[in-house]
């Protein structure tokens, strides 16, 4: 399944996985036993240092789960760092501009296609399988950006034409914030400015991707041509689970008073 990640990606297969902002292995593998299609760990807005990925890609690989990688920032190094421990693809955050979207597919890349430099980490086996990883990485590793400002929705004509880039990922959150459509009087303004990016997305050959803290809409966004989910993460169904447990169980013990 990690092999051909990227593959089911671009086909337009419709994916479905979490972030991971817990971090430790425990929970990357009980999260991965249950069989999402890939995790994404949160490198940006989560406590997990660069030290701490490979134990936690190594983690979803037990259960054969792809484990990508959303990156603090736009940093070669942190892309590098990311790949080189072995994740199947990076998600990078706030790309607004075509020219920071030839970047991410320069740093993901090995020339001649980009410029990543070669090292032996745990993707080329320490050093011992160089030669086999730099003649698949380049068609196997995913490389997902992050349209999340008003600058990447005025400018996503020229973003979704760069070419090596595979998904381009909404981040509704951040949009919202940017281009002021907060709340609920913001709701039609945000949602037509979703569908703008994924139009282009998909208009330009890419693949869209969005991130949904429920599934309740997820038909509706596939009907719009989105095919790639991000769905909440693992500390908010840990929180949900807790919460509707307790709910279940202090009921119950009101009906037998």
Known sequence: MTSNFRQRAIAGEPLIGPFAAIPHPVAIEVVAATGPDFLCIDAEHSQIGRERLEDLIRAGDVHGVPVMVRVPGHAPEQIAAALDAGAAGVLVPRVSTAIEARAAVAATRY???????????????????????LETANRTLLLAIQVETAAGLANIAEIAAVEGVDVIFIGPGDLSVSIGALGAEGRERLQAAIVTIASAATGAGRIAGIFRPTPDDIALWQGKGVSFFILASDTMFLGAGIAAGLESARAATKANQ
């Open 111 to 133: 020339p001649p296609v980009g410029s990543r430099g070669v090292g032996p980490g745990r993707a080329a086996a320490y050093g011992y399988r160089i030669p086999d990883y």
